[in-house]
């Protein structure tokens, strides 16, 4: 019979596991926990959208869309897309739901997002990102919080050494056109010079060439009109307001006057948190004000600004944190034994402990497995325990054993402290973690 070819995964997807997958539930717990901090509410949004929810949002013209998508006809004959970026999902939630009367909203949401593009070191087809945003709010300040929430965000992970906060003004309506016009008016200028990708953005997309990383646009770009000078008094205002803020706030930024979003919709701030430590692809949190499109949806005019980014490059930054432990396993020897460890770690685990049972393998393969679970001790239970009504109990920091009577009782009636419980199980004397802080019952 022949061999069956077993399916290889499918390119640009990753399974994760250990470590990885530590690294990758510690970014996103972090996340979790610094969101709540700042008062944003989660949100859960569908993987799959229609496809004009992309197409309205990140324009026709774009990459993504035009290269990037997965998009496909569903049964019904509608065209939908696997979601290559949160934020056109969560502005269409938010007209479709009837959010407007809970703004300014502040939400946060995570997980996979798709585009099909060529793989490489931290770039899946299949990534995950981490995603704030401030919906309803035109003020600077809002600009601000989301920028002081990156930056302990980063803190917090462990990875802000090394990293830079790029900032940058695209102005109001009127300043952004006005510079839009006069780069305009430049490129055409230089068109000899341009490379295939610059002359096809030069009319829809100028601001693109500014980014440009090929050698020759680079050479016209460093020379091209500055958003500065055409910047209204207004404009000017609120890119104070959003540095004095940082400033204030202790937020290090260096200015970044390149630094810009292509889309009509985006105003005021656009920034990066960048790092040399991934190679080219440098940026590992970025964002901006996008007060354009949730109009372009077929909402009315709302202000919004955001931010998001990727869980694996952050995840390749941060390592694994701290080491999760886990307070007891079990290691049943015989049947019988199994059969009263099953009782017993059940009642742990009731009381908010961390346990595991260790059933298969000789005592010392079974303690090499509870100490590399990076637990704080073993119970011991085997037929001499089972007859003497006895647990034998070992901290695996200290080496420290001893033997417990032990007390059969069913799970403690409400009210009933954690001491007494612990006391009535046999299992006092011994220090360990319980809701993340050191705890002795006894």
């Known amino acids: 019979m022949a061999k069956i070819q077993t399916p290889q995964p499918v390119r640009g997807t990753q399974d994760m596991y250990g470590e990885t997958e530590e690294r990758f539930a510690h970014v996103v717990s972090t996340f979790e926990r610094v969101r709540r901090l700042y008062g944003f509410k989660g949100l859960q949004l569908p993987v799959i959208e229609l496809t004009a929810v992309f197409s309205r949002s990140l324009g026709e013209a774009t990459d993504v869309v035009s290269k990037e998508m997965y998009t496909f006809d569903d049964r019904g004959g509608d065209s939908v897309t696997l979601r290559p970026e949160f934020t056109a999902g969560i502005a269409r939630a938010y007209l479709t739901n009837g959010w407007q009367q809970h703004a300014p909203m502040k939400v946060t949401t995570h997980g996979p997002l798709f585009r099909y593009e060529r793989p490489q070191k931290g770039r899946y087809r299949q990534f995950h990102q981490i995603d704030a945003?401030?919906?309803?709010?035109?003020?600077?300040?809002?600009?601000?919080?989301?920028?002081?929430?990156?930056?302990?965000?980063l803190h917090e992970l462990g990875i802000n050494e090394g990293v830079t906060l790029e900032l940058n003004t695209l102005g109001d309506v009127a300043s952004r056109d006005a510079w839009r016009a006069a780069l305009i008016a430049y490129f055409n200028d230089h068109k000899d010079?341009?490379?295939?990708?610059?002359?096809?953005?030069?009319?829809?997309?100028?601001?693109?060439?500014?980014d440009s990383k090929d050698p020759d646009d680079r050479g016209v770009a460093h020379a091209a009109p500055r958003i500065d000078d055409f910047l209204s008094g207004e404009a000017q205002d609120f890119f104070g307001a959003v540095t004095a803020g940082l400033d204030a706030a202790g937020v290090a930024w260096t200015r970044n006057a390149k630094l810009v979003r292509g889309l009509d919709y985006y105003r005021h701030t656009a920034f990066e948190f960048t790092t040399?430590?991934?190679?080219?692809?440098?940026?590992?949190?970025?964002?901006?004000?996008?007060?354009?499109?949730?109009?372009?949806?077929?909402?009315?005019?709302?202000?919004?600004?955001?931010?998001a980014a990727g869980i694996e490059r952050l995840a390749m930054l941060a390592g694994r944190g701290q080491?999760?432990?886990?307070?007891?396993?079990?290691?049943p020897i015989g049947v019988q034994a199994e059969v009263y460890c099953a009782s017993l770690i059940a009642k742990l685990r009731r009381k908010g402990l961390f346990c595991d049972m260790a059933f298969k393998g000789n005592v010392k393969k079974?303690?090499?497995?509870?100490?590399?679970?990076?637990?704080?001790?073993?119970?011991?239970?085997?037929?001499?325990?089972?007859?003497?009504?006895?647990?034998?109990?070992?901290?695996?920091?200290?080496?420290?054993?001893?033997?417990?009577?032990?007390?059969?009782?069913?799970?403690?009636?409400?009210?009933?402290?954690?001491?007494?419980?612990?006391?009535?199980?046999?299992?006092?004397?011994?220090?360990?973690?319980?809701?993340?802080?050191?705890?002795?019952?006894?």
């Open 276 to 307: 040399d430590r991934l190679g080219a692809q440098g940026t590992v949190l970025g964002g901006g004000r996008y007060d354009g499109l949730i109009e372009n949806l077929g909402g009315p005019a709302t202000p919004a600004v955001g931010w």
């Open 323 to 331: 080491k999760a432990r886990t307070d007891y396993v079990l290691i």
């Open 133 to 153: 945003e401030i919906i309803g709010a035109a003020e600077p300040q809002a600009d601000v919080e989301l920028l002081v929430m990156a930056d302990q965000l």
């Open 366 to 442: 079974r303690m090499q497995r509870a100490d590399a679970a990076n637990a704080r001790a073993v119970i011991i239970v085997g037929d001499a325990e089972l007859a003497s009504r006895t647990l034998k109990v070992k901290h695996l920091e200290t080496g420290e054993e001893a033997v417990r009577e032990r007390v059969e009782i069913e799970r403690p009636e409400n009210g009933a402290s954690y001491t007494e419980a612990c006391l009535l199980h046999g299992l006092g004397g011994l220090t360990f973690n319980q809701g993340g802080k050191e705890f002795s019952p006894a």
């Open 193 to 210: 010079v341009l490379s295939e990708d610059s002359l096809a953005r030069l009319e829809k997309n100028p601001l693109r060439i500014l």
